[in-house]
């Protein structure tokens, strides 16, 4: 009964590859990592390093719907307008797609973020000019100092693609490295790795109470975004620092507070103290029509305590 499960699987996502044709040249190529069609049928791409861009493909609302309706299939569930969008990772691209139908939309509308295929490192960024000489030599010193660094900024920043880049200088330190994420998007081409990857059985707190017992020296989290928070912060600051971890937050400062907030998930008052001790620097990335690559680094803060209610930072680029 698998087999044929498995066959109509693969029969399907053959299905999904030509339904996809007329994007299917954008999902194959190494720098690009985001697909938009949007209600209106336009399509638009963002390619590393460089802002979103029109582009001039024809799709139909019958082609969108079609496609929208067979990643479902795939997922082994339905949309409907009872249940009008659907989330969840495509094998053939490992690619995280978000669909939603009328009445979520005036019309299908499909979102694809792929993995990158290309990874940028620290010297990338100078050349691109989203970093600094100044800041990239701090970023790196942080990484080989062995510092717990915090990657903030909005959806589609960039923090992966950064994050990617300090695990370029992390892969040369000869350390065991654990990655936990919950789509495959972090590289580390470290020798002594193992990866980890939650889902809807595996939570971010059992992947990292699991990952202590795989002896780490540096525990590296795709997206800090629940109460796992606490769970981290202990983690990296029991024996286990130099960990790398992204989170959703509008300045270095808020990424502080986004932190307790999470933490506060547990019904808790969260020990700000600990926060400003366990986490060494906030770096924060943001999008940014003026600038050639479409985002920038807003700031780099180092953390040096809490006190009098105060977060205690300063700027370090």
Known sequence: MKDISDEVVRR?????????????????DADVVEVMINPDTRVWVERIGEPPEQTDIQITTAEIERAIRLVASIMQTTISTDNPSVAGTL??????IQ??????????ALCIRLPAKKVFNLNDYVAKGILTVSQSQILHNAVMDRKNILLGGGT??????LANALLDVISVTGDRVIIIEDNRELQCNALNKVHFYTDANVSLQRALFDSLRWRPDRI????VRDKAALDLLKAWNTGHPGGVATIHADSTREMLTRMCQLIEENNMVAPKAFVAQTIDLCVHIKRDKNSPAGRCLSGISEVTGYKNGEWLISPVD
């Open 156 to 161: 589609g920043s960039g923090k992966t693609t």
């Open 99 to 108: 669909a939603s139908m009328p009445p979520m939309v005036d019309s299908p």
């Open 220 to 223: 590296i989290i795709g997206e």
């Open 12 to 28: 399907k996502q053959t299905q999904l590859t030509t339904a996809l044709d007329p994007v299917l040249h954008l999902l194959n």
């Open 91 to 96: 094998p053939q691209w490992n690619a995280r």
